[in-house]
């Protein structure tokens, strides 16, 4: 069975940092792109980072360039999201997903497959 397990998220400061980890089981990471989405509450869910396969293409939104990274690591069959100089907008819940293709993709509608989230807040 095809899962994925959020962690890392929890309370930080602005200007603070985080490392979400996605973890996957159940299938060859290798052969599936990532996508890191975040829902504020009352907003719509927004892609905010992906990386293909390999880890050899990423993007990234407009709103977190320069500040988050992504990640990935095959063997261990996780996908990591390195999140720096945090901002009180950056508050929501984060998901992983994955689907099988080429590239990566920033909408949602792409993914076949999603965690349950981790919670990110930033606050002072």
């Known amino acids: 069975q095809l899962q994925l397990v959020e962690s890392g998220g929890g309370l930080v400061q602005p200007g603070g940092s985080l490392r979400l980890s996605c973890a996957a089981s159940?299938?060859?990471?290798?052969?599936?792109?990532i996508g890191w989405f975040r829902q504020a509450p009352g907003k719509e869910r927004e892609g905010v980072s992906c990386?293909?396969?390999?880890?050899?293409?990423?993007r990234y939104a407009d709103s977190v360039k320069g500040r988050f990274t992504i990640s990935r690591d095959n063997a261990q069959k996780t996908v990591f999201l390195q999140i720096n100089s945090l901002k009180p907008e950056d508050t929501a819940v984060y998901y992983c997903?994955?689907?099988?293709?080429?590239?990566?993709?920033?909408?949602?509608?792409?993914?076949?497959?999603w965690g349950q989230g981790t919670q990110v807040t930033v606050s002072s």
């Open positions: 997903a994955a689907y099988s293709g080429l590239g990566c993709s920033m909408f949602a509608h792409e993914y076949d497959y």
């Open positions: 159940g299938f060859t990471l290798g052969y599936y792109a």
């Open positions: 990386i293909n396969n390999s880890g050899y293409s990423t």
